[in-house]
């Protein structure tokens, strides 16, 4: 209950006299909450390119490995045996590459690939420049690739 009676300016004075019920335990609920849920962090276009480069570099990584367990041996070898066979076969002729097994083939194949599209993904990195021609401004330039690439043979 309550009581109530008018102090000396007029104002209403109300005297509370229960005490608020405690709840009971299985009246909680635990919520997660969901602010945070679908928050993207904000990243300079740099640092993205850098993040993508990590992540196209872990995954021939993951590649090469996953191809090396074809080859026969102990698995600590696998990794080197693979990369001599891949020198091995990207220095014979022609003649010579069609006396190989088709599998071999297309592991060394599939690891040259792999290098070209690492040096494609560093002679593509970005760095930023001043701009010349806007001074307090500054351009996103890509590294020049020609320097970078691999000499990896190529037949007709």
């Given amino acids: 209950?309550?009581?109530?009676?008018?102090?000396?300016?007029?104002l209403a004075k109300v005297h509370v006299l229960t005490h608020p019920r405690l709840v009971h335990a299985s009246e909680i609920t635990v919520q997660q909450p969901t602010v945070l849920e679908h928050a993207q962090p904000v990243l300079t276009p740099t640092e993205r390119?850098?993040?993508?480069?990590?992540v196209i570099?872990?995954?021939?990584?993951?590649?090469?490995t996953i191809l090396?367990?074809?080859?026969?041996?102990?698995?600590k070898?696998?990794?080197?045996e693979l990369e001599k066979l891949t020198e091995l076969l990207g220095g014979l002729a022609v003649a010579d590459l069609?006396?190989?097994?088709?599998?071999?083939l297309a592991m060394s194949a599939i690891v040259h690939g792999n290098r070209l599209l690492d040096s494609i993904n560093q002679g593509m990195n970005a760095r930023k420049e001043a701009d010349e021609a806007n001074p307090g401004a500054s351009l996103l330039v890509l590294?020049?690739?020609?320097?970078?690439?691999?000499?990896?043979p190529c037949y007709k």
Avoid: H, I, M, Y
């Avoid at 090396?68 to 698995?75: E, I, N, R, Y």
């Fill in 1 to 10: 209950g309550t009581s109530s009676s008018l102090d000396s300016d007029g």
């Fill in 49 to 54: 390119l850098r993040r993508s480069d990590d």
């Fill in 57 to 64: 570099f872990q995954a021939l990584l993951t590649k090469q």
């Fill in 68 to 75: 090396a367990q074809f080859l026969p041996g102990d698995k």
């Fill in 77 to 80: 070898g696998r990794t080197e």
């Fill in 98 to 104: 069609k006396q190989r097994d088709c599998k071999e």
């Fill in 143 to 152: 590294d020049d690739a020609e320097k970078n690439l691999p000499s990896v």
